[in-house]
């Protein structure tokens, strides 16, 4: 199971959102690029990163920002937020992000998605954050009629190589993920599933990997990290233990 750290990016800062909501803001850094270098020093092998901007329609405020994450780490990064268009792919591509989250575009129009994929390669991931298991799009502020398992299924039938599952109730939390949801999605799939928000603490992360399907294969680090009740240091010294040994995905 991968232990993803994240680095959500408003402004040009590193950032934490609770529960998605832009008005409950706290900058934990700025230089999100110094974040991501301390976290592949630390062993993480997978960054996941969320323009926040770009999610509410603002894709250029933090390109420059992106690319020079790009080029100060190796590890695989998957990024979020805004591509909603062929132009948002080719450019993130161009940068050498190894794989895209897509949200809001793959909830309205899962179609294109099936047609990106078929273009593009196997660089996609479905972004499915939901609360109460009704998804939310567009930064999480528009409300939607999907249920989460109706565009897991949905997922599996355009061929995207996996999902990552937010629950927008424990985002920011840190009061403990949702397993039973995204066991659901990962049900409902068949597909790789990365389990997002919640996660407060080490015996967090034992739940995960204990009472998860086999095919939740992640978990995204966010505010734990940052607030330090959970190091990537004390994770993989322990791999075995905690399940931070890399999938490739």
């Not at 408003?10 to 909501?21: I, K, M, S």
């Not at 109460?132 to 995207?160: C, F, P, Y």
């Not at 999902?163 to 403990?176: A, K, L, N, P, Q």
């Amino acid at each position: 199971m991968t232990v993803i750290p994240s680095i959500d990016i408003l402004g040009g800062e590193c950032v934490r959102l609770v529960q998605g909501d832009y008005q409950a803001v706290t900058v934990y850094e700025t230089d999100p690029v110094s974040a991501a270098r301390r976290f592949e020093e630390a062993g993480a092998k997978r960054i996941h990163v969320v323009d926040l901007d770009a999610a509410r329609g603002d894709p250029r405020t933090n390109r420059k920002k992106i690319r020079k994450i790009r080029r100060a780490v190796d590890c695989t990064i998957q990024l979020g937020g805004g591509i909603r268009r062929d132009e948002d792919i080719e450019e993130l591509l161009d940068l050498g992000i190894d794989r895209l989250v897509i949200g809001t575009a793959f909830a309205r129009h899962p179609d294109r998605i099936e047609g990106w994929v078929a273009h593009y390669g196997d660089v996609f991931l479905a972004g499915i954050d939901a609360m109460d298991g009704q998804v939310r799009i567009s930064g999480w502020e528009t409300e939607t009629r999907l249920q989460d398992v109706q565009l897991a299924e949905r997922a599996k039938e355009v061929r995207v190589a996996g999902i990552i599952y937010t629950s927008i109730d424990r985002d920011g939390t840190m009061e403990g993920p949702d397993i039973e949801r995204t066991n659901a999605v990962a049900e409902a799939s068949g597909l790789p599933v990365v389990l997002s928000g919640g996660i407060g603490s080490m015996d967090d992360i034992r739940a995960v990997k204990e009472r998860s399907r086999e095919n939740v294969v992640g978990i995204i680090l966010g505010r734990a990290l940052y607030e330090q009740a959970v190091t990537l240091e004390e994770l993989f010294a322990e791999p075995e233990s905690t399940g931070a040994e890399v999938v490739e995905w």
